[in-house]
């Protein structure tokens, strides 16, 4: 297949050609992505802007109308997209129709909540009267990563486009064709300009960043290209919401029970997509006295459920990882946590779940599971987001030891608390430093969209998910009746000489 992006004039393309293989088939072509030129990303968002004012206008029910109807075509391209999105990017095939699943539910939540979120507030008191609207940017340009194309291009376009903003998309070269497709699907039932994508690397995403008809950018990935990004925004000072990476910390209280289904949801509160999640547990803490039980519990449950091999056969759980230079990165995690391990002599690597005969063949980028014992707090698997598949145990005395370890990170994205008595739980997650604090469950088990998610430390700023991130894309607009600076009581301050 080919694929290029598209604007408010239709097909944008004449940038250099990126051919994407399979990860989990050597040498097989998916699909051969056209990028777009900086002067083609320059027309798309000068289609953007001509396209937004009348979209801004455009009454909120009839956006929100269209933006249903796009909902329900994401939905209805699931069984064709999700083998696209498996081949693309090795990720197991009923994990990506989930991304088609949730771009299309998230959506219709938006649809749903942005009347109420976005209602005028009047503020009508003995102080005089204000009527504070919310209202859209423009032009907004997203940038998001390969591991969840769907799931995060959604979280971007649905409250930009229901609030009236206009945007511009640039998935990752490493897994572009689904998105695209699931985007030009929505793009068909809105108007021309309104929802635009481009594809490209580093150049195209700066141009997106710092063209200053683009009043706000939303970017998702990793710490080193937000300097990018954020001083690419310094240059036309526009604001930015940012979604970076985390070393999520899943802290385990003396008191709880290894049950299989407990067990089972850490596996994959870990492990699931081969570890690529923003959100994924990075790092374990166990009572040291409990850590032997716990690692021999650990591995029968990941024996049970996690199943290597092809992406497409419908029975896998694990598939491979994004490219050679992920498995290579991986590989080279392991090596420097055997040779630098706690005080021991170096950790301990133990292989997790069962492959298969595709797997064993070793024909694509297969990084088998691990869980990683006795590695030092300093070694690069413990200190920095591995985003692959494995995971380090560590033990911990007490609970003020395991808390001072769980932030001891300039992460705060997620982290989780796991125990039989969830009051305590709750405790303890109030001292963890992270956006988000998931209870007996971490990663996608834990997710709701009702709720904001996002970072606290170096994991960003800004929220997507829930009510807060609706309003990320709006900005107050106050209309102010005479008499605003008083008191509620309706009193002005002392020594105000104007009449009021
Ligand atoms: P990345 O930072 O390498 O790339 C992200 C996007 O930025 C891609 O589309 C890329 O092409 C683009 N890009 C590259 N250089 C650019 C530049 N100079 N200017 C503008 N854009 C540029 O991230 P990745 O490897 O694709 O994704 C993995 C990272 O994303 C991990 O750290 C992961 O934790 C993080 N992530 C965070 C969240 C979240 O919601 N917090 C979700 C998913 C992934």
Not at 2 to 10: I, V
Not at 23 to 42: F, I, K, W
Not at 365 to 386: C, K, M, N, Y
Request: aromatic share 6%.
């Amino acid at each position: 297949m080919r694929t290029a992006g598209f604007g408010a004039h239709g097909l944008v393309d004449g940038g250099p050609e990126i051919v994407r293989e399979n990860p989990a088939r050597h040498g097989e072509v998916v699909g051969t992505l056209v990028t777009t030129t900086a002067d083609g990303v320059a027309r798309v968002i000068e289609g953007a802007d001509e396209a937004s004012g009348e979209w801004a206008e455009t009454s909120l029910e009839d956006r929100v109308g269209l933006l249903r109807q796009g909902a329900r075509a994401v939905a209805d391209s699931a069984d064709e997209l999700a083998p696209l999105l498996a081949r693309e990017l090795g990720k197991p095939v009923a994990d990506s129709a989930g991304e088609m699943g949730f771009a299309a539910a998230f959506l219709t939540w938006v649809c749903d909540r942005v009347g109420d979120v976005c209602a005028d507030r009047v503020v009508d008191d003995d102080a005089g009267r204000v009527v504070l609207q919310r209202v859209p940017f423009g032009v907004i340009s997203a940038i998001v990563p390969w591991n969840a194309p769907l799931i995060l291009s959604s979280l971007k376009v649905a409250p930009a486009l229901a609030t009236g903003n206009v945007i511009v998309v640039k998935p990752s070269p490493l897994a572009p064709f689904a998105v695209t497709e699931a985007l030009r699907r929505i793009a068909e039932h809105l108007p021309p300009g309104v929802l635009s994508v481009v594809h490209g690397e580093a150049e195209v995403g700066g141009a997106m960043v710092t063209d200053p008809r683009v009043r706000k950018v939303a970017f998702t990935g990793g710490a080193t290209v937000a300097h990018h990004v954020l001083a690419g925004c310094a240059e036309q000072l526009t604001p930015a919401v940012l979604e970076l990476g985390g070393n999520d910390a899943a802290v385990v209280l003396d008191d709880l029970t290894f049950t299989d289904e407990v067990m089972e949801r850490m596996v994959f509160g870990a492990l699931l997509t081969s570890g690529q999640v923003c959100m994924a547990a990075k790092r374990i803490y166990v009572p040291q006295v409990r850590l032997d039980e716990f690692v021999e519990r650990f591995v029968a449950a990941a024996d049970r459920v996690l199943v290597c091999g092809d992406p497409l056969d419908p029975t896998v759980t694990i598939g491979p990882v994004v490219n050679e230079a992920a498995a290579r990165r991986i590989e080279g995690l392991l090596d420097d946590a055997r040779t630098s391990g706690g005080g021991s002599g170096g950790a301990r690597v133990v292989p997790l779940g069962r492959t298969t005969a595709d797997w064993d063949r070793g024909d694509g980028w297969f990084v088998r599971p691990t869980l990683v014992t006795g590695a030092s707090a300093e070694s690069s698997i413990v200190r920095d987001e591995q985003f692959g598949p494995t995971v380090p145990v560590l033990g911990y005395r007490d609970l003020d030891d395991a808390v001072r370890q769980a932030n001891a990170t300039e992460s705060g994205l997620g982290s989780s608390v796991w125990s039989d008595d969830t009051e305590r739980a709750f405790r303890v997650g109030r001292r963890l430093e992270a956006g988000m604090t998931f209870i007996n469950c971490h990663n996608r088990a834990g997710m709701s969209l009702r709720v904001p998610f996002g970072g606290v430390k170096r994991s960003g700023f800004g929220r997507e998910f829930g009510d807060e991130g609706i309003v990320e894309f709006t900005q107050t607009h106050a209309l102010h009746l005479p008499g605003a600076i008083r008191d509620a009581a309706g009193t002005a301050p002392k020594g105000n000489a104007y009449p009021t």
